[in-house]
């Protein structure tokens, strides 16, 4: 997503010009354009005019209108974000008060004015503005000698660091020139891969090389990682993935990703953070319920305790056509963050996201047990049901 301006006054209401740009541009569109936010971009609009004989023909002009939004509707097939409302500015095809349908599609720039920007909506707009972001995937493409630290988007690669060191050869007898220079181009790799991977972000390294470099550097990596306490690679290592490339440039991180077995890797590990949460909540659902709780009811009562460990959230939430509803899981986020706990906010479009929503779309894994909140949670659902019976 491309940001052309942003403009916010004190109370915080403003408004920010966009140009989507990739098919991903536009679920961010969906999940940022609300009802009763005003959006401004360049529609279709077919006009009647009539001649001074009386006879009457139909054009379509190009028109750009400002509508507050009333509802929205995302055809995934085709990325486009219809979004539907009044008209609020004069237009001299387009009476004040009129309902129009904006279609917003790829590289068609749009400006989204809210009365408030809260912190879940300016989350999003830095999710798909920033490119390093956006960028899960990771990459080290190495060859002895010479390696590339890249992040990956949907759209681009972008090197962070090239590493490039001479390794003595070899000698007859007498190889430690040449195993020095070897561990410190390692350790050139591995201060890259620290300086310049988020963790919190990523969600898949590739380690890619000829041979077997990737396998000895990785070894060499993660045994080092232990000696010297480098938590944040030891805590990652099921993240990396050693992959075979044909040498240690750049262009090589293509044939890699264009490999199938390589994909099918990748969706079941960039999708495993979300995928890992909501089956640590399932499991202490049946060990620990008074650890497990779903409903925004509870979930809110349990925070109000400063409980919460973990939130699971869905995006679709957020898309509530009452913004009292918006509101308050814009609340609870930014309570259980302030409270040091971590908040997962899943793609509806994803199963595991369906999965969540199926829970009411909310639900936490708490730090200590509330034996008394779950006690409450059981008797209202005998209850419901005991009703439910009767009827």
Same mark, same amino acid.
Request: hydrophobic share 40%; with cysteine.
């Given at each position: 997503m491309k940001l052309l301006y942003r403009s916010f006054e004190k109370n915080? *209401?403003?408004?920010?010009?966009?140009?989507? $740009? $990739? &098919? $991903? /541009?536009?679920?961010?569109? #969906? %999940?940022?354009v609300a009802p009763n936010d005003l959006i401004?971009?360049?529609?279709?609009?077919? !006009? @009647?005019? $009539?001649? &001074?004989?009386?006879?009457?023909s139909s054009n379509k002009i190009r028109t750009t209108l400002t509508l507050r939004v009333e509802t929205t509707d995302f055809d995934i097939k085709a990325c486009v974000l219809r979004v539907k409302g009044r008209n609020v500015e004069e237009n001299q095809y387009v009476k004040m008060g009129q309902y129009h349908t904006i279609d917003l599609e790829l590289n068609r720039k749009f400006v989204l004015t809210k009365d408030e920007w809260d912190v879940v909506s300016m989350e999003r707009v830095d999710l798909a503005c920033d490119a390093t972001k956006q960028a899960d995937l990771g990459a080290v493409v190495m060859q002895e000698g010479i390696a590339h630290v890249c992040l990956v988007t949907s759209s681009m690669t972008i090197v962070r660091a090239k590493i490039e060191v001479n390794i003595p050869r070899k000698r007859r007898g007498n190889c430690s020139q040449h195993d020095k220079g070897?561990? *410190?181009? #390692?350790? @050139?790799?591995?201060? &890259?891969?620290?300086?310049?991977? %988020?963790? /919190?972000?990523? *969600?898949? !390294?590739? !380690?890619?090389?000829?041979?077997? !470099? *990737? /396998? @000895?550097?990785?070894? #060499?990596m993660f045994s080092q990682a232990i000696k010297l306490d480098q938590k944040v690679l030891v805590e990652n290592k099921s993240k990396f993935i050693l992959v075979h490339a044909s040498s240690g440039f750049k262009h090589s991180l293509k044939e890699v990703l264009a490999d199938p077995a390589v994909t099918s890797k990748l969706t079941d590990t960039k999708a495993s953070s979300e995928v890992k949460a909501l089956n640590a909540f399932y499991s202490m659902l049946q060990q620990e319920p008074e650890r497990a709780f779903y409903g925004i009811d509870h979930v809110e009562r349990a925070n109000e305790m400063e409980a919460i460990e973990t939130l699971l959230v869905t995006d679709e939430l957020f898309r509530s056509h009452e913004l009292a509803t918006r509101k308050r899981y814009v609340r609870l986020v930014e309570s259980v963050r302030d409270n040091s706990g971590e908040v997962k906010i899943f793609s509806s479009l994803h199963v595991s996201g369906e999965q969540l929503g199926q829970l009411s779309?909310?639900?936490?894994?708490?730090? #200590?047990?509330?034996? /008394?909140?779950?006690d409450e949670l059981f008797n209202e659902d005998n209850s419901s049901s005991e009703s439910d019976d009767g009827s």
């Open positions: 915080g *209401k403003g408004h920010i010009g966009l140009i989507p $740009e $990739e &098919a $991903e /541009d536009m679920w961010h569109a #969906y %999940n940022l401004r971009s360049t529609t279709i609009r077919r !006009v @009647q005019t $009539e001649s &001074a004989t009386g006879s009457t070897l561990l *410190k181009f #390692y350790d @050139q790799i591995i201060q &890259a891969i620290i300086r310049h991977f %988020n963790f /919190d972000v990523i *969600k898949c !390294v590739l !380690v890619a090389s000829p041979g077997f !470099v *990737k /396998d @000895q550097f990785t070894d #060499y779309g909310v639900a936490a894994i708490l730090r #200590y047990p509330l034996p /008394d909140l779950a």
